[in-house]
């Protein structure tokens, strides 16, 4: 039924809306973009990445998502930043330890080297992408504009 569906609240951990909306573009066939935002929690203000959003929502027992795209500056995954380090390889595959969910894989992962991000670098987009991975759907990780 169409209408107006509000954010928040405590059901859900306060997604319970927004998974909502996600299911139904999912249903018309449409792919939903989501992106990280300011906000308020309790008293505070703070950022809350992309990549953690993601992560939360996919988590949700009633998501209908069968795979995710991570987005990031480089072509992909690799053992460094290869915008820091020339000897930095591209990775394919990144096994991952079911138990605590740590990537196995050699990589070195770690916050942005950009200034401007303060949603947590790579080091976050790689552990949301892994968590997601365990929850059985797919997730892929690549450049912005590939």
């Known amino acids: 039924m169409p209408g107006l569906h509000c954010h928040g609240g405590d059901e859900g951990g306060g ?6 909306s996600i299911n139904e573009a999912l249903a018309a066939g449409l792919v939903p973009v989501i992106h990280g935002d300011a906000g308020l929690y309790g008293s505070s203000a703070g ?12 988590m949700h027992k009633n ?17 460094k930043d290869p915008n820091l380090f020339d000897d930095a ?13 740590n990537v196995m894989s050699n990589i070195s992962a770690s916050g942005s080297s950009h200034e401007h991000d303060v949603t947590g670098g790579f ?13 059985g759907i797919d997730a892929m990780i690549a450049k912005c504009s590939s």
């Not at 390889?89 to 969910?101: N, Q, V």
């Not at 080091?123 to 892994?130: C, E, H, I, N, R």
């Open 63 to 79: 998501i209908n998502a069968n795979q995710v795209l991570f987005l990031t500056d480089v072509a992909g995954v690799h053992t």
């Open 15 to 20: 997604v319970t809306a927004l998974i909502h």
């Open 123 to 135: 080091v976050t987009k790689l552990g949301s992408a892994s968590k997601v991975a365990l929850a």
């Open 89 to 101: 390889s591209l990775t394919r595959r990144i096994d991952i330890d079911p138990k605590p969910g």
């Open 47 to 58: 950022i809350l990445s992309e990549d953690t959003l993601v992560k939360i929502i996919t």
